[in-house]
């Protein structure tokens, strides 16, 4: 799965077709999009007060599932579909507080103002570039061949399983370089990332409390199953978050950059673009999936469009498969299970030597 070699004028021309479908679809944005995630909202609200109530009565075996699976549901939903996407700007135009990006606080242990810069700003601009975007390895996993081995990478099929039951808790540092903080002496440490630290320990205070104390404390006698239920609907999302992000991010046909060979700043729109495309994957499914995962089963076109409502993506997406058809630049998707196989094997093979494997 490999790109063809664009000239300077043919990588201008990609760009320029792909910000003419940006404008022709930011054109557009109306109505339809804001009864949207209106919409969503309601359904997630629902799902989440149901989930509860039904935990409530947890002491009865289909009523504690049911409402397990019901709070998963609406914590996916908040987190990818609305929190997310919210965050990213994409209903900014409606002028609607409740979905300013600038406002919006997620169900998540990440303060929203650090995940805006560190995804937003840091990830969105240096995506896969090497010692420039934190989502590469989250600084602790080696997802690239280019990354040197050591022996601390044996045990990365581990850490990454661990990661993935505490997505969350793994993000909320996502925004500082937590090794190198602890490694410092406390009279060397950044103020700026201690300052962060401290809003990243007061948000997860909040979202302990909320989880793991107020809710089961309202349940009276039947505390232990709201406690319980609240904690396997978090390790739900963050197992499903996590899946959904690598499948975007690292299966197989994804690329990484040099920071000299891809200097994010000063390149192009039209090198923006392909670097974003050749960083980014997709996978298939129906439209609950699509719905399910936020529409990041479009990463390339949520990388291509960050801005843009994700509800989009899919018909946006007919049309950026097209133009890179064109070009000859590869469009990385496959089915879901083939991509997360794929991204499994490769922190599989990658926590071996270098020799051995080819990332």
């Known amino acids: 799965m490999n790109s063809r070699v664009l000239d300077p004028a043919e990588i201008d021309a990609f760009g320029a077709e792909l910000d003419e479908l940006h404008r022709r679809v930011t054109r557009d944005l109306g109505e339809r999009d804001a009864r949207y995630i209106r919409r969503v909202v309601r359904l997630q609200r629902t799902l989440g007060v ?5 935990l409530f009565a947890g002491a009865f075996p289909p009523a504690w599932i049911a409402g397990v ?11 990818m579909e609305v929190g997310h996407n919210v965050m990213h700007g994409q209903y900014d135009w409606m002028n609607d507080p409740a979905f300013s990006s600038a406002t919006y ?14 995804h937003n700003f840091v990830h969105h601009t240096f995506t896969n570039v090497l010692g420039k975007d934190h ?10 061949g280019a990354q040197p081995w050591t022996p601390k990478y044996l045990l990365q099929p581990l850490w990454a399983l661990l ?65 319980a239920g609240n904690l396997v609907a978090n390790l739900v999302r963050n ?11 690292f299966p197989d046909g994804t690329e990484t950059f040099e920071a000299g060979d891809a200097p994010a700043i000063g390149e192009s729109r039209g090198a923006w673009y ?6 980014s994957a997709n996978f298939d499914g129906g439209r609950l999936l699509h719905f399910a995962s936020g529409h990041l089963s479009h990463q390339i076109e949520h990388h291509l469009f960050p801005e843009v409502p994700a509800h ?17 630049v590869a469009y990385n998707t496959g089915s879901f299970a083939r991509q997360l196989a794929t991204v499994a094997r490769r922190i599989v093979r990658l926590a071996v030597r270098p020799a051995l494997v080819e990332a």
């Not at 197992?239 to 690598?246: C, E, G, N, R």
């Not at 392909?274 to 960083?279: E, H, I, S």
């Not at 989009?312 to 000859?328: D, N």
Request: charged fraction near 25%; hydrophobic fraction near 45%; aromatic fraction near 12%.
């Open 163 to 227: 990661l993935a039951l505490a997505f969350e808790w793994g993000v909320a540092v996502h925004d500082v370089d937590l090794q190198e903080w602890l490694r410092r002496p406390p009279r060397d440490r950044s103020p700026e990332d201690t300052a962060k630290l401290r809003a990243v320990a007061a948000k997860a205070g909040r979202q302990v409390l909320k989880d793991y104390l107020l809710f089961p404390l309202l349940a009276g006698p039947y505390a232990g199953y709201v406690l």
């Open 135 to 144: 989502d590469v390895g989250y600084r602790f996993l080696r997802v690239t």
């Open 69 to 79: 699976a019901l709070l998963s549901a609406a914590k996916i939903v908040e987190n």
């Open 105 to 118: 606080e997620w169900d998540n242990v990440c303060p929203a103002d650090q995940w805006r810069h560190s």
């Open 239 to 249: 197992l499903w978050a996590f899946a959904v992000i690598f499948c975007g991010h």
């Open 50 to 54: 149901a989930g509860r109530a039904l």
């Open 274 to 279: 392909l670097r974003q495309v050749r960083g």
């Open 312 to 328: 989009r993506y899919p018909e946006m997406a007919l049309e950026v498969r097209a133009i890179c058809a064109r070009y000859g």
